[in-house]
């Protein structure tokens, strides 16, 4: 059963600093992009961050770049987020998803999610 | 950076109504757009993928079309389970991947 399954989330200072996991299962984790993509609270969605199967090619929003750090341990089937100097803006639910190439890069399979708040 | 704009930003309609959602981006993506629905407390899922295809599973009740900037997701007959909100989103070209800001269907 092919699945996403987002951990790490919780409360956070401003400032201060979180990393986002997400444990792939079902596929070969490094046939894929992967993608990190945030909702706030009432919000819609916003894509963050891309990492390619390889872990060479990463992109990121404008609000994020310079801040979070997007990674993949191919090995462990794992993608991550590292998230530094968070604001009261970076509270949401973040969602880990993979990206299929052959459905010209839709992304086909999410997780469930995983809640960040930043508050003092 | 690609922008996606989506009208109605929400509706109100009955069951077996048609229902049309529109997407506008702000360059040509050529037919590099997918249509995601999420239901609340949900995370979303992928219903139509390079403008027009049906995703597996997806129900025959949705479909999209459009090219270029210009893109509608329909819904032929409205169903109880479909009350929900749909995103369009680009993926065009390198990311940034641009998700529109949804629509809402609501009940009537």
């Known amino acids: 059963q092919v699945r996403l399954v987002e951990s790490g989330g919780g409360l956070v200072k401003p400032g201060g600093s979180l990393r986002l996991s997400c444990a792939a299962s079902?596929?070969?984790?490094?046939?894929?992009?992967m993608t990190w993509i945030r909702q706030g609270p009432g919000k819609g969605l916003e894509w963050v961050s891309y990492?390619?199967?390889?872990?060479?090619?990463?992109y990121y929003a404008d609000s994020v770049k310079g801040r979070f750090t997007i990674s993949r341990d191919n090995a462990r089937q794992s993608l991550y987020l590292q998230m530094n100097s968070l604001g009261a803006e970076d509270t949401a639910v973040y969602y880990c998803?993979?990206?299929?190439?052959?459905?010209?890069?839709?992304?086909?399979?999410w997780g469930h999610g995983t809640v960040v708040t930043v508050s003092s | 950076d690609i922008q996606m704009t989506q009208s109605p930003s929400s509706l109100s309609a009955s069951v077996g109504d048609r229902v049309t959602i529109t997407c506008r981006a702000s360059?040509?993506?050529?037919?590099?757009l997918n249509w995601y629905q999420q239901k609340p407390g949900k995370a979303p899922k992928l219903l139509i993928y390079?403008?027009?295809s049906l995703y597996s599973g997806v129900s025959s009740r949705f479909s999209g079309s459009g090219s270029g900037t210009d893109f509608t997701l329909t819904i032929s007959s409205l169903q109880p389970e479909d009350f929900a909100t749909y995103y369009c989103?680009?993926?065009?070209?390198?990311?940034?991947?641009?998700f529109g800001p949804g629509t809402k269907v609501e009940v009537k």
């Open positions: 079902g596929f070969t984790f490094s046939d894929y992009f």
């Open positions: 990492i390619g199967g390889s872990g060479s090619a990463k």
């Open positions: 390079a403008a027009s």
């Open positions: 360059q040509s993506i050529s037919s590099y």
């Open positions: 998803a993979r990206g299929e190439r052959g459905l010209d890069d839709a992304f086909d399979i």
């Open positions: 989103q680009q993926s065009f070209s390198n990311p940034p991947f641009t």
